[in-house]
């Protein structure tokens, strides 16, 4: 039997020492400073046991991983309507690119791309205005890890309005096609606060649950009965999605090297899921150059080799 433990433990000790630590995202103010030695993990398993390394309790930004939340809400708002404004199939292209948008109408590939997310970030504006909306958004996150001091960092959020100039282009060209209802403006200030979550490994691991047990979210102690949040079936599809496309153009890659459905950010954070198993959160600032975290990758890979988790191997 593993031991969990010592295994996030000896995974800890050597990322400290690891020599190619990657580069924190230089674009957004808030995230070039941040100390590239910073390494956190945490790993959740289905009974609640927590194991915990490095950093696990320190925030940070979580970027893109908040499209995991909105990707949920968005589906209990609207349902399977959603696919008909953003598809499901990895993009082959950076997270932020312009390009598959003029020749798909409009489209984008999936919901973890920038274009996709501005247009779930449209769908959940559809009921409220923007600061309600990012009530909302931090209520939901906040009761799926049970912590009340998750914020939004908006020194974060306000720098990434002042440099945002690609995604408001996206923004614009969905827009020129019809595929966002609000004004462009509401809907990216939205979405830059969404991003703007800072919340700390252990927290992120917490806050994804529910997708390692079906869509329940466990009780707090063990035996408790937890509430549901998704349906087993779309827990699943959110996961599937995770898989093939949330690390952008790093998915296929992702996924053979670790083989667990993934969201990353430029943050430094990947959280990722063993069905049944585990929720891991992993935060280092220092990216590879398709912008998903250097050292958590490797981290994670050394998970999987040591636990024999993979959604390919599942005995």
């Known amino acids: 039997m593993v031991d969990l433990s010592a295994v996030v433990a000896e995974i800890a000790a050597e990322m400290q020492a690891a020599p190619d630590r990657g580069v924190p995202a230089q674009y957004i103010p808030g995230l070039r400073d941040v100390d590239p030695a910073r390494f956190g993990m945490a790993v959740i398993e289905m009974d609640g046991t927590c194991h915990l390394a490095g950093d696990a309790d320190e925030a940070f930004s979580i970027q893109s ?6 990707l949920t809400l968005a ?40 274009a996709g997310a501005i247009v779930v970030s449209d769908v959940l504006l559809g009921r409220h205005e923007p600061r309600e909306a990012i009530g909302e958004m931090l209520r939901f996150v906040r009761g799926l890890a049970g912590e009340e001091d998750i914020i939004v960092d908006r020194a974060v959020a306000a720098a990434e309005m002042e440099t945002g100039h690609r995604n408001m282009a996206l923004a614009h060209y969905m827009h020129a096609f019809g595929n966002l209802k609000n004004p462009v403006e509401r809907v990216l200030g939205f979405y830059f606060h969404q991003c703007a979550l800072a919340m ?17 979210q466990p009780g707090a102690t063990a035996g408790e009965r937890g509430r549901s949040v998704v349906s087993p079936q779309r827990a699943r599809r959110i996961n599937a999605v995770m898989m093939t496309c949330g690390h952008y153009d790093g998915s296929g890659e992702f996924a053979f090297r670790v083989g667990l459905p993934g969201k990353s950010g430029v943050g430094g954070g990947i959280l990722a899921i ?13 990216l590879n150059a398709r912008g998903n975290s250097q050292l958590g990758t490797l981290a994670l890979e050394r998970l999987v080799q040591r636990t ?8």
């Open 308 to 315: 024999g988790w993979s959604v390919f191997d599942p005995g």
């Open 200 to 216: 700390s490994c252990r927290q992120l691991a917490l806050a994804g649950r529910y997708l390692m047990a079906r869509g329940v």
């Open 65 to 70: 991983i908040s499209k995991v939340f909105a």
């Open 75 to 114: 589906l209990g708002a609207v349902g399977d309507q959603l696919w008909t404004r953003v598809g499901r199939e990895p993009s082959g292209t950076a997270f932020n690119s312009i390009v598959q948008l003029e020749t798909e109408h409009g489209i984008p590939r999936n919901p973890f791309i920038n």
């Open 274 to 286: 063993a069905p049944c198993k585990a929720s891991i959160a992993v935060w280092s600032p220092g």
